[in-house]
């Protein structure tokens, strides 16, 4: 009794925890209420229950991913009320080992897990399932080789979906991640979702909005990889895109990538088919307050120095009043640079 488990704390901060029954081949649940064990049987319509991952949304109801070794298909289940409720997520040839679940911003499912592709060859993929609130959909993250194992998925704050795996084929650690969805229709003016965000279809008015992070950004779709803190400019091989700054005293510079923005303008979209493969969207500072990456290739920098891109990638430098350069302002340091390289506060400029 017990193999395959996965637990969960809800907002009282009693333990969930999903398991495998080996004696009976039966999915199972156990509560702690505080004072006791509730045991209780998820599904036993064959052999099923192995792989389990379990996750509790905001209204304390716990989801379950699971495999059904009878059928080799990916199951979920979920309890509301008193009964639990059973549904088979996906059944390509092979699906559903070491499955890892989430819970969406929004209430929505997600589900990452291992499959067999079928074909004449032994071919492993690491797999993704969604579920819209209306029917799952399902697809391919990695493919090949044996890709996907053991992986384990989370969703951040905005719902961009994250997952982690091993590639067998490659005896690597992997990493994937697909950005925020738009949220799910509604026919409700102003809704708040479990997972804190507050939506309205209408003008927002109010005496005062008031924010823990200290700037404002929007998505922007960038033409390599970068991160919260680099200097960004506009690419001139890719318009409408935006890199790391190339040079000391760019003239292209807009901004800096984000670390937690307090507005976020536009929403960011994977569907824009004229983005380069490489590429992807990030939200770009434009005002505020900000952790920028900066080098001492300018000289020290002290509180109050002004700040313009220098010829390390993605980097700030003190700007130097005598060098002549025709110059974009990222903006001013409101801290010291110790070293060579660091990430210091800046008060961004607008551009």
Same mark, same amino acid.
Request: glycine residues 12%; charged residues 15%; negative net charge.
């Given at each position: 009794?017990?193999?395959?488990?996965?637990i969960a704390l809800g907002a009282s901060g009693h333990p969930h925890i999903s398991y495998y029954d080996v004696s009976n081949s039966n999915l199972k649940y156990a509560q702690y209420d505080g004072t006791s064990w509730q045991i209780e049987i998820v599904d036993s319509e064959g052999e099923v229950g192995k792989y389990t991952s379990i996750a509790v949304d905001g209204s304390g109801r716990p989801h379950i991913s699971y495999f059904d070794n009878t059928n080799d298909d990916l199951k979920y289940a979920y309890k509301d009320g008193d009964s639990w409720h059973t549904e088979t997520v996906d059944s390509a040839p092979y699906v559903g080992w070491e499955t890892s679940i989430a819970i969406g911003p929004f209430g929505c499912v997600?589900?990452?897990y291992f499959a067999y592709r079928g074909g004449g060859s032994t071919v492993y993929d690491l797999k993704y399932a969604y579920n819209n609130g209306?029917?799952?959909?399902? $697809?391919f993250v990695e493919t090949g080789?044996?890709?996907?194992?053991?992986?384990?998925?989370? =969703?951040?704050? =905005? !719902?961009g979906c994250h997952i982690s795996s091993y590639h067998v084929g490659h005896s690597r650690l992997k990493y994937a991640y697909l950005t925020p969805p738009a949220p799910p229709p509604s026919s409700?003016?102003?809704r708040v979702t479990?997972? !804190?965000?507050?939506?309205?279809?209408?003008a927002y008015y109010g005496q005062s909005f008031k924010s823990r992070a200290a700037d404002v950004a929007e998505w922007v779709p960038v033409s390599e990889?970068? $991160?919260?803190?680099?200097? =960004?400019e506009l690419d001139p091989d890719n318009p409408g895109h935006y890199r790391k700054s190339r040079s000391a005293y760019s003239t292209l510079v807009a901004g800096v990538v984000s670390t937690e923005p307090g507005f976020v303008l536009g929403l960011s979209s994977t569907t824009d088919d004229s983005r380069p493969e490489t590429g992807d969207s990030v939200l770009l500072a434009l005002l505020g307050i900000v952790p920028v990456k900066v080098t001492n290739e300018g000289g020290s920098i002290e509180p109050g120095d002004l700040l313009v891109s220098s010829s390390t990638p993605g980097y700030a430098m003190r700007w130097d009043p005598g060098s002549g350069e025709s110059y974009n302002f990222i903006g001013k340091a409101l801290g010291a640079l110790i070293g060579e390289r660091g990430i210091i506060s800046v008060l961004l400029m607008a551009h």
């Open positions: 009794m017990g193999e395959y488990t996965s997600h589900i990452s209306v029917q799952w959909q399902t $697809e080789c044996d890709a996907g194992r053991y992986s384990s998925i989370a =969703l951040d704050a =905005l !719902g409700a003016v102003f479990q997972g !804190g965000n507050v939506f309205s279809d209408s990889p970068v $991160e919260p803190g680099d200097v =960004l």
